[in-house]
């Protein structure tokens, strides 16, 4: 049996958690946090322990980690447990609990974990206590991450959140380090950026599906366009409050939204951010399909091994047809928003936005 199932057994929750005591290298402050918060979300469920005092800095970091993962479901958090115990430990990947050739995971990602296994690469945003906010590195390691996806041997790709959040959209502190040629080059280097990250998306081979765990913000809404299918938990919500950031929309979003949802319902989310439940995206076409929390992740994994077990070269060229027309369009909408975008993040109402979230003093 493959040790890091997508749907981790008991048993192999208990052989990750013999494997970390078998760790040769200690894995530092941050990853133990992330293991015992999961360890407990595992085996008790959510943080209902009372917060420890200010300067019971140890037990305030630990209950911290572990309230920082919400309600997502034990099954999850036993899975998490056992992807990140098999990040840490490749000398165990060949040990004797591991069928040869059926599990993978990718190591060298500081903020996501890459899994492959049953013909499906899993890349799971991996900052659950920033909200899996996508800083700088992430967009880099999620570029790298699908190019090699497009390249190994699994059959689709997908992407899902870690913790309570699929992801809070772009990291708002992405706009503090200012470079020595000043805002504009910061704009023009993020707009560089956000061109190139998205032009992945566009030109992605395989299937790319997105298991969307929890709520999802900005980039990570309007990205859901490229994808294609989209399953969602009935806790996820969908929100890109664009104009409140004094931003614009990205993602290739200004051309595929109006197409999903009609121009109005596009109008209503895109220009007057607002945010939909799982159920209103699922009727307006954005997500395919919405399963209750309790069952989401059983659910949607057993369909997704399923997909996977189709033929892959069937699935290429079916993707590739569907999707040939348009890429080239998209590749166009993309540049033209991106530079709209460069424009705006240097206006006063986005700095504004900015700083007010920075300073705590705005939330959405
Ligand atoms: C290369 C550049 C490309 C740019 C592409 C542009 C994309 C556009 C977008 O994506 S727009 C969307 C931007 N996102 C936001 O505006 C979300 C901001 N976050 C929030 O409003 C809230 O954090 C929340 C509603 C998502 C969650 O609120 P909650 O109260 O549940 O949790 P906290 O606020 O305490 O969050 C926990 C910690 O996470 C940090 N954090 C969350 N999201 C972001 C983010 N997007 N950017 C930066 N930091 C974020 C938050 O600050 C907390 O950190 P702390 O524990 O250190 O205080």
Not at 304 to 313: G, M, R, V
Not at 325 to 337: C, F, G, P, S, T
């Amino acid at each position: 049996m493959n040790r890091t199932a997508m749907r981790a057994s008991q048993k192999d929750f208990e052989n990750s958690m013999n494997q970390v005591k078998l760790l040769k290298k200690d894995p530092g402050n941050e990853v133990k946090l992330k293991l015992y918060a999961l360890y407990k979300q595992a085996t008790e469920g959510p943080c209902n322990m009372p917060k420890p005092g200010v300067f019971d800095l140890i037990n305030k970091a630990k209950w911290d980690a572990w309230n920082a993962l919400g309600s997502l479901p034990k099954e999850a958090a036993r899975q998490n447990y056992v992807d990140l115990v098999s990040s840490l430990s490749p000398s165990l990947e060949s040990s004797s609990q591991v069928e040869p050739g059926t599990d993978r995971k990718s190591t060298g990602f500081e903020t996501l974990v890459v899994t492959s296994e049953d013909g499906i690469t899993k890349i799971m945003f991996n900052r659950p206590k920033k909200k899996n906010a996508i800083n700088t590195e992430m967009y880099h390691e999620i570029m790298r991450a699908l190019k090699a996806a497009s390249k190994d041997d699994s059959i689709i790709t997908v992407l899902t959140g870690n913790g309570d959040y699929y992801s809070s959209g772009n990291d708002l502190t992405n706009f503090t380090d200012i470079p020595p040629g000043g805002v504009e080059e910061k704009a023009k280097n993020n707009a560089v950026l956000l061109r190139e990250f998205v032009g992945c998306f566009i030109d992605f081979p395989k299937p790319l599906i997105a298991v969307v765990n929890g709520p999802a913000v900005g980039i990570s809404v309007t990205l859901l366009g490229l994808f294609d299918a989209v399953y969602a938990s009935d806790r996820a919500t969908f929100h890109t409050p664009f104009s409140h950031l004094g931003q614009s929309p990205e993602g290739c979003s200004s051309y595929t939204f109006p197409k999903i949802m009609s121009p109005a319902k596009a109008t209503e989310m895109l220009i007057f951010g607002k945010k939909l439940t799982a159920g209103e995206a699922c009727a307006q076409g954005l997500v395919t399909e919405v399963f209750p929390d309790s069952t989401f992740q059983k659910e949607v994994w057993t369909r997704l091994k399923a997909f996977a077990k189709l033929p892959p070269n069937a699935l290429r060229i079916s993707k590739e047809v569907i999707r040939k027309r348009e890429r080239e369009k998209l590749h166009a909408v993309n540049a033209e928003e991106c530079n709209v975008l460069q424009g705006r993040w240097l206006s006063d109402e986005c700095t504004n936005a900015v700083v007010n979230f920075l300073s705590r003093k705005s939330k959405l």
